[in-house]
């Protein structure tokens, strides 16, 4: 029997992208999805790929269809999230918010870095960060999930297994994510034509990146003291697709990290190592061979020479950055496979 | 069940498609997968997206496995394949070839256009053409199923309901193929390198190009009589997809055609019909919501002017135009529902 | 001593274009740029490859140095140009119109295409359509130019010694342009964000798009009979350049083709024939070899199976297509040779 | 009264756009242009964008025109260059040469970073580096300039300012090179193809690109002590284009950076120091702004909560960061005013 699923929030790029997994996953029904602009339109009206495969109408709100809901995906900006997921967690609906508002486990922090007060302290405790590598048994039972944004999975992913084996020696860890233009959303400014988005290398954010929190947060839990990060984003020539590219001091060699970064990620479905050597040309990982797919593919170098280590981390941002990592954290709570839904190859070359 | 299939020429993109598919295709295995450059090294060497879900070796021939195939799906280059049909053939393994070489229906047509006599004359009237919207009863006896290929697959799936109902008045249909790189196959000249091929739009095989005897052969099948087709593909910057825009003399207002179109596709899953108001534009099919998918989306626009009618055929190429399709049509052979392994929804925006 | 020239609507693409190539012509002082949107912001605001260059502000109208002005350059919407052209041909100032207000020979067809009545008929006959390869007598005397835009320039330049000749037999010839996103202008509409418009294939205006009136009227005139044009757009994956391929019947040969466009274009500087056997290849132009400069590449192809001809037409759609023609179009009518500041060669690869 | 030069190893990216800066050069003359693999063959073979403009056929040596030369520019392989200079210098020719061949100081650092032993170990000592911003006293008497390349140019250009002042206070600078794929030259490899190079974010040669050796021996001498660099270069879906990232330990605050920017690039023509608030977003230097011109733009930011500082640098590798530096350096050897030639604005968009 189906799980009644819900999308909040479903005309934008991660609503979209949750509505084609989830149409495609064998354990769930779709049965609302809301947008203010599309109200009582075709999906694919918002979405022209879906286009015989969903043939629902969008909604204003999930209201009508509330009393069938099991869980609902929230895909609002941050701030209007923690204004809708009280209505649904009051009522016994599991919810797997996208946004940004349930990730930091301080309200402290959250003023700090996203400048407004948080509306629902109190459901900062109960929610569980959505990475499935670091908090699977988390989830199992989770009710309240914040799913992880694309810098944060990638940063993450890549750091995680040398962070918890003590093998970053001296801080800040300095991070660079390389982000295609779906990270900002649908978007109408001039800015994001095609003709002023196309071929630009433009760094923005610098040192003041909201998304720094969450990976400061997460890598001094799996450090267990503070560790700092210097994170840059910059807008590449991508439609999808993030790389970080991850420096810290650190004496590893290249065999301690495989092992490290092995027994981490043993029987995990979704993180593959891609350390390859080909002819002449050392492969490290790249978000070209990850589009459309739920895998993270991480991978690593050590620099003798300056005692420095350099971590990288590729995946889909709407998929393992976004709607695949969602529904893979909703999966675990819902008692499912992991992988449920979730094991299309990634399309190459695209 | 699973049927046992195996990949002869499977380190191209054709050959990676088909991996790609066949791997998450549920009625099938596949036992083995051949190419001469990549003998001995994994499937990943050559298609790296598919690290971690095939892991399979390739190796240079089927031989091993002979005996336990069902069927075979061949990927080499034209005039390649004729030279090891039989080979399948003659033990009664089904052959899906997604070469040119048994499309024609005469040996003479394919010395006239392809400049060598042909190697296996007497298996041309067994081949069935695989255009599954066409050929759907003759695909369930078929044992040699020629795969047609991108350029006629738009062309045809586009231009049928309006020929098969006479709506075009007089010829010569001229068709504009726009294609991808990925059409080319996986190449190594300097034409095709990054720096010379990005941002072209180039015209080529002008007036000679090989896939207008096919185009023909179709369309005056289905016409009754014979059509003559002014076919000219021009290279675009994308990797996948293809749009054919098809002209022709005709007076069929837009209500006929979206009667004869309906009609004609009524009950196919893979071709969706796309005429959109969305505000002030008339929204066409563009290949660009294809991405990934077996869909083909065609549409058309009626020109009171000057008495002419305009269509158009959008997919992928890899997919509806090699691969998917070839597995759709496999799926009708091998006594499976025709969408088997083949509805995942087209990734947008990508 | 300079000539001093003002640009009204500074800011969007082909304003951009005329400040890029004005303040790097020897002959001419820009003193003076308009922008509604940005009046009182250094020009670089809006155009931030010219930083360091033109250190001029937009202002809001070009009152405050009328009286220094010899000619200007209106780069508005259509509709908003014949408002302003008034108050400088009033004044004796040369006006060299961008948009399409003037083009058109008569008011009434302005109005069938345009949908509104022309503001200034009157004007409409002391205007000279600013294609210098076809009206360059005409020019040298003119003080109100029509610049044509992209579309047209591609098709008459490819058409109009086959048209001259008496080559094409019979009609109506299909013109087919592949257009970049630069030739839509400045915009901030979701259709035209990165995500939307990168890798489209994408067909619009289809039989109503404006221009066809103009490349009718151009033909028919080289004709000296009435032409009709099947006129088909086509959004593609690019930022600049744009592509037209003409279809009409037709049996002249290559040779005398070839005979046709060298004596249409003898002389001419900006005009290149470009038909070369690479290897096995036929090359036909493409406007990857005109980025950034003021060439038009044109060529032909004759099919003789189908008794057929086609004509190619490439160009950067806001160089030739747009500011660099006008410029053009302006040096002949100021007195100054007409490839003044134009000769800045293609950039490639790019 | 035009300066004569050559070319030498005119077929490559590097060669075409000396060629299209060169013939473009109102100071020189272009007497012999060439190419082992188009010798015989008019230059726009290879340079399609140049037909028309550079009459030239590609010769196998400059022999024939050697007593009419007074420069070549060499455009061959690292390790190639230095086999063919001496016969230049002996003579009395002026060499720019960008190779790697001449850039370096020692021949034992040579043989460390480039694994084969100097052919002209003597000749080091007598090469200029030629970075103009630099080196520009030097250059005023240099008969041999080694000219940097893309990622030497990028970095050093943004650190010198913040180096020669002592703002960096601990190192090493790790700086993220992000880079086009012409700057890896005419390639034919599959790699380098359209299909598998487009949509890339793709590190290589990490912690051993032979580019550190430059980036170190220059900032060490800025700096007046041994620096180390953490090079990284990245591979995005751009052709032209590099930005470098650096990041070092540092307090300086805006102002401070600005002061000595300021400064350092005070009366230099093609340095741009870019920092605007936009709204709320500060723009820092995109090479998207310099397409096709000889412009570097620099920037910076610092980071407060970490003592850290961040420094961009922009160009257009095969200008400023290849042939349009190499062509400046030659103007100050030979007498001539820097900018010559070489003050095209941007192409914007593109």
Redesign the interface.
């Known amino acids: 029997m189906s799980i009644k699923v819900g999308v909040v929030g479903g005309s934008g790029?991660t609503g979209?992208e949750l509505l084609?997994i989830l149409?495609?996953h064998p354990g769930v029904e779709i049965v609302g999805v809301t947008s203010r602009k599309f109200k009582g339109e075709p999906v694919h009206?918002a979405?022209?790929?879906?286009?015989?495969?969903v043939t629902l109408k969008f909604t204003e709100t999930l209201e009508p269809v509330a009393s069938a809901l099991d869980w609902v995906f929230i895909a609002l900006p941050h701030g209007e999230s923690m204004k809708v997921t009280p209505r649904f967690t009051a009522s016994g609906i599991g919810v797997v918010d996208l946004s940004a508002d349930f990730r930091l486990k301080s309200a402290e922090s959250y003023k700090t870095w996203y400048g407004r007060e948080h509306m629902q302290p109190d459901l900062l405790d109960r929610a569980v960060y959505g990475l499935p590598e670091l908090y699977g048994n988390e989830l199992k039972r989770a009710r309240l999930i914040a799913a992880p944004g694309c810098n944060p999975s990638a940063a993450l992913l890549s750091l995680a297994p040398a962070v918890s084996n003590r093998l970053i020696e001296n801080g800040?860890v300095?991070v660079?994510a390389?982000v295609?233009?779906?990270g900002a959303g649908?978007?109408?400014?001039?800015t994001?034509?095609?003709?002023?988005?196309?071929?630009?290398?433009?760094?923005?954010s610098?040192?003041n990146h909201r998304h720094t929190a969450e990976i400061e947060q997460e890598l001094s839990r799996l450090a267990g003291s503070s560790m700092?990060v210097?994170f840059?984003p910059?807008s590449?020539?991508?439609?999808?697709?993030?790389?970080t590219?991850s420096?810290a001091g650190g004496r590893a060699r290249v065999e301690e990290l495989w092992k490290a970064y092995r027994e981490f990620y043993r029987g995990r479905k979704f993180v593959?190592i891609?350390r390859?050597q080909?002819g002449e040309?050392?492969?490290?990982p790249?978000?070209?061979?990850?589009?459309?797919?739920n895998?993270a593919?991480v991978g690593f170098?050590?620099?003798?020479?300056?005692s420095?280590l350099?971590f990288?981390g590729?995946l889909d941002n709407l998929v393992k950055g976004a709607a695949g990592q969602a529904v893979q954290a909703f999966n675990i709570a819902a008692g499912l496979d992991e992988s449920t839904g979730l094991?299309?190859?990634?399309?190459?070359?695209?």
Chains 1, 2, 3, 4 share one sequence.
């Open positions: 790029y979209g084609r149409s495609f009206r979405h022209p790929n879906l286009r015989g495969l800040p300095t660079t390389l295609g233009s779906s649908r978007s109408s400014s001039v994001s034509s095609h003709a002023e988005r196309t071929g630009v290398m433009r760094a923005y610098v040192a700092s210097a840059t910059v590449v020539n991508n439609i999808r697709g993030i790389l590219l420096h593959r891609v390859d080909a040309l050392q492969r490290y790249d978000p070209k061979f990850t589009l459309g797919s895998f593919d170098e050590s620099d003798a020479r300056l420095r350099v990288f590729a094991l299309q190859p990634p399309l190459h070359p695209a």
